[in-house]
Nanobody
Framework: QVQLVESGGGLVQTGGSLRLSCAASGRTFSSYAMGWFRQAPGKEREFVAAISRRGGTTYYADSVKGRFTISRDNAKNSVFLQMNSLKPEDTAVYYC????????????????WGQGTQVTVSS
């Protein structure tokens, strides 16, 4: 069982930056690939980024590639999402998620989810 708690969301202007964090409970964090997803008002939840268990492989949605960076610190049971050059269309609730084995962009392949953190980008 893994419990995930996101933090770092907030209100930022267009072009600004935010760094989201996701803290995981348990002693087997390095056994899990991690992902970030987001859900905007009135839209379905969508994939943002994912990282492999040891952090050697990352994968991004085209909409955030070059602007967002996912990373992890297994010693601190944490995964991060650095978001730069933010746009109003990045406004959403951001969720981190965990799954065993390899990383994935498919949300139905993730076993554990956090409660989400709100990111609002003003124009």
């Amino acid at each position: 069982q893994v419990q995930l708690v996101e933090s770092g969301g907030g209100l930022v202007q267009t072009g600004g930056s935010l760094r989201l964090s996701c803290a995981a409970s348990g002693r087997t964090f390095s056994s899990y690939a991690m992902g970030w997803f987001r859900q905007a008002p009135g839209k379905e939840r969508e994939f943002v980024a994912a990282i492999s268990r040891r952090g050697g492989t990352t994968y991004y949605a085209d909409s955030v590639k070059g602007r967002f960076t996912i990373s992890r610190d297994n010693a601190k049971n944490s995964v991060f999402l650095q978001m730069n050059s933010l746009k109003p269309e990045d406004t959403a609730v951001y969720y981190c998620a965990a799954r065993t084995l390899v990383l994935s962009s498919l949300q139905n392949e993730y076993d554990y989810w956090g409660q989400g953190t709100q990111v609002t980008v003003s124009s």
